[in-house]
């Protein structure tokens, strides 16, 4: 029907880094949400031209120097002597592309799924894959995920488990957040940097909320795109 007419809750413009997560929050609220932009792709600044491409040249050209493999062994793994443009763009397309091969990082803390099953608690399950995080595609663990377990009557962090880069680093944030007794709400208000890892916590956060009032469709790829 060309001329119907929709009505939405909130209607966005501009599905940049600051009107996904608008989106992907306010959904997890059960509004019904329109994006609207005059891009091709959404990603706003950060995933088309500031943010995830200026930081994967960063990553490639540390690769590509062998100044990280200098800076933990003190010797000399320089991959390749000169760098062409041509090897920074590939692995920039590679980012967008998607690709991975790696020995993951597991850490954990607080309850596991079998415990919380066993002791008869209702929890709901939030998960977040790399892939779907800036950072996480940066530095090509398209593999990797963070879940997190909440209780589901008052959505209080009961559990934090990540397999991926960094998880040992990233564990902390869901650590602190446990100590302090928290629910989803620390996550969905926390301002996160973007790209980073930490970010998968907000991400992993309104998935939960998603499935905790009955949503089906899944804005996790969507909630991280600076
Ligand atoms: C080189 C560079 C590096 C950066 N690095 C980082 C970093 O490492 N970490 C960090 O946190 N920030 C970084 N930033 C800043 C970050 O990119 C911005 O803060 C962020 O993108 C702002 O998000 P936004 O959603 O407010 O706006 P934008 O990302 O600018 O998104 C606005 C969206 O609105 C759309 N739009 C505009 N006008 C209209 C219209 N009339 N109708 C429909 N759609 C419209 C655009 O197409 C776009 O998709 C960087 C920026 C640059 C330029």
């Not at 933990?72 to 320089?78: P, Q």
């Amino acid at each position: 029907m060309p001329n119907e007419i929709k009505t939405y809750d909130l209607v966005i413009i501009g599905g940049g880094p600051a009107g996904i997560v608008g989106a992907a929050t306010a959904k997890a609220y059960r509004k019904t949400v329109a994006v609207v932009d005059n891009h091709h792709e959404l990603g706003g600044t950060g995933v088309n031209t500031g943010t995830v491409p200026s930081k994967t040249l960063r990553e490639t050209a540390l690769a590509l120097s062998g100044i990280k493999a200098r800076q933990l062994i003190g010797m000399d793994f320089s991959l390749k002597q000169e760098a062409t443009v041509a090897d920074f763009l590939r692995h920039e397309q590679h980012v967008k592309e998607g690709f991975n091969t790696m020995i993951p990082e597991v850490s954990m803390v607080g309850a596991t799924e079998e415990t919380l099953m066993k002791a008869g608690v209702d929890y709901v399950v939030g998960r977040a894959n790399y892939r779907d995080n800036g950072r996480g595609r940066i530095i090509g663990d398209l593999d990797g995920f963070l879940k997190l377990l909440f209780r589901r009557e008052d959505m209080k962090l009961l559990g934090v488990h990540i397999i991926g880069e960094q998880a040992t680093e990233i564990v902390h944030i869901g650590l602190v957040a446990l100590l302090a007794g928290s629910t989803a709400d620390v996550f969905v208000e926390a301002c996160f940097n973007a790209p980073t890892l930490g970010a998968l916590y907000k991400s992993a956060t309104i998935d939960a909320m998603l499935k905790a009032t009955g949503a089906e469709a899944s804005l996790s790829a969507l909630a991280e795109a600076g």
